[in-house]
């Protein structure tokens, strides 16, 4: 697939998604939703990544839904439309996915910031829900996702009364990994990922796994799940090899099986 609204390249093991729109501040149209996710799914199939970053510009991670594309629609278009389910689409993705977000992340652009496995902020970056200003609600996981970090007062206030985040109020509520200067933030996020691609891949998928099913279950359900992914990992090459480069202190080689 050619792809006229992302842009994508790969480092090493780290596969690089960067949302282009930059003359409407990234906002989502259905194309730039529907190559983002087609993207990040070949990344996720290809066996010579082993992290995924989505990135923006330094002005604008995205600046959410867009509004024109949107403004005129029915309910039911919202309902039945590709533009809707699409955004579910990155709970599919096995491999870790980091938001290299500079400037604003608002809206759905925030939401889908939240959506993805850990964030790193460049200094200049600001997280906010603005849906309220212009009618509407967060319809991307805003509301459940921000409430879950942030705790119950301060996701209402962002939902209901449009307060932003700084990047070092995100990073003091736990809302991104770090804060990093905004000159070479992508850099900093591509040696971040690089760290992470570099580990065993069937453990780092099966981290992830369990660490999402922390957002889905009870206590006892979601031990259940870290249990169902720790067994399965002892009959990988990787386990073995993991654990005799320990004891031989040396460096693991890592096959991915
Ligand atoms: N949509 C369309 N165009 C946008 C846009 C957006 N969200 N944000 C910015 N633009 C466009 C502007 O219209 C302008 O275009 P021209 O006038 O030049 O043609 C251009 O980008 C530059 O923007 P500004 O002139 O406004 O630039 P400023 O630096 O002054 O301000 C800003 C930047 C980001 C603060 C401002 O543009 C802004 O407030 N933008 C809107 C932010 C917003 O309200 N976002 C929430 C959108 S609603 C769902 C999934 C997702 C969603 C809902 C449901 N389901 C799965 C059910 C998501 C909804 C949303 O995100």
Redesign the pocket.
Known sequence: MTYRTVLTETRGRVGIVQLNRP???N?FNTAMLTELFDALEVFDKDENIGAIIVTGNEK?FA??????EMAQASPFQ?ITEAR?EI?DRIRGIKKPVIAAVSG?A???GC?FALSCDMIIASESAKFGQ??I??GVI???GGTQRLARLLGKQLAMEMVINNRTLTAAEALHFGLVNRVVPVEGYLDAAVAFAEEIAARAPLAVRMAKDSVNAAFETSLTEGLKAEKRNFYPLFSTEDQKEGMQAFIEKRKADWKGR
């Open positions: 003359q409407a501040m906002a604008a600046a959410g839904a867009d509004i024109k919202m809707v955004w604003w608002l809206g759905g939401e603005p849906e200003t212009i967060p319809g991307a």
